[in-house]
């Protein structure tokens, strides 16, 4: 089992720069695909970005594709989500979300797209984008 805490969120202007940090718990981190979700207000939970469990292979939305990056470090059992030239549009809760990768589909495990392949959740943390 893994424990997933998110960290980073907060109020930002349109145009602005966020990072948003996951640290997960357990040594088995490399064996998680990690992705990043959201959640507006009356809106279903949709997907954001992934990557696999090496870090060679990252996974775009197209309403962030060019603005965000997805990485991780495994050494520090963390996954980030670099958010440049946010919008008003971006404002959500944002949920960090691992996929176990192991044996013959750990090459292509994919965290995403939909959310019914995360096998575990984060709490979740504020975006806040103003206009």
């Known amino acids: 089992q893994v424990q997933l805490v998110e960290s980073g969120g907060g109020l930002v202007q349109a145009g602005g720069s966020l990072r948003l940090s996951c640290a997960a718990s357990?040594?088995?981190?490399?064996?998680?695909?990690m992705g990043w979700f959201r959640q507006a207000p009356g809106k279903e939970r949709e997907f954001v970005a992934a990557i696999n469990w090496s870090g060679d292979s990252t996974y775009y939305a197209d309403s962030v594709k060019g603005r965000f990056t997805i990485s991780r470090d495994n050494a520090k059992n963390t996954v980030y989500l670099q958010m440049n030239s946010l919008k008003p549009e971006d404002t959500a809760v944002y949920y960090c979300a691992a996929r176990r990768a192991m044996g013959l589909n750990r090459g292509t495990a994919v965290a995403g797209p939909s959310p019914g392949v995360i096998d575990y959740w984060g709490q979740g943390t504020q975006v806040t984008v103003s206009s």
């Open positions: 357990g040594r088995t981190f490399s064996s998680y695909a």
